[in-house]
């Protein structure tokens, strides 16, 4: 499976962005798509994450309330709604697929994209 991440940008505190990713290849076979963040210097972090074929999500604790994840099977996308944006959530986010279950461990990210940069300006 390929992915790719888009919608990144240069945002003020409190506004939104929506990021899109295009998941192309064995998509059947995907069973969660995830969005992980890495911002300078710190460590990647888990954002969110959706089963491919149900509606789970799973959300890291940073974000919960603020960012959606979300889906279109047809268009074979995901994306994460992204409000009320902190200075704080500034990375760089990266879409990636597990073949496994919905977990928070980016070990258990078999497929990634590459990256999009989100800057949240105070």
């Known amino acids: 499976v390929q992915l790719q991440a888009s919608g990144g940008g240069l945002v003020q505190a409190g506004g939104s962005l929506r990021l899109s990713c295009e998941v192309s290849?064995?998509?059947?076979?995907?069973?969660?798509v995830g969005w992980f963040r890495q911002a300078p210097g710190k460590e990647r972090e888990f954002v969110a994450g959706?089963?491919?074929?149900?509606?789970?999500?799973l959300y890291g604790d940073p974000v919960k309330g603020r960012f959606t994840i979300s889906k279109d099977n047809a268009k074979n996308m995901a994306y994460l709604q992204m409000n009320a944006l902190k200075p704080e959530d500034t990375a760089v986010y990266y879409c990636?697929?597990?073949?496994?279950?919905?977990?928070?461990?980016?070990?258990?990210?078999?497929?990634w994209g590459q990256g999009t940069q989100v800057t949240v300006s105070s």
């Open positions: 990636a697929a597990s073949y496994t279950a919905l977990v928070k461990r980016d070990r258990s990210y078999e497929a």
């Open positions: 290849g064995r998509t059947l076979s995907a069973y969660v």
């Open positions: 959706i089963t491919w074929s149900r509606w789970s999500t």
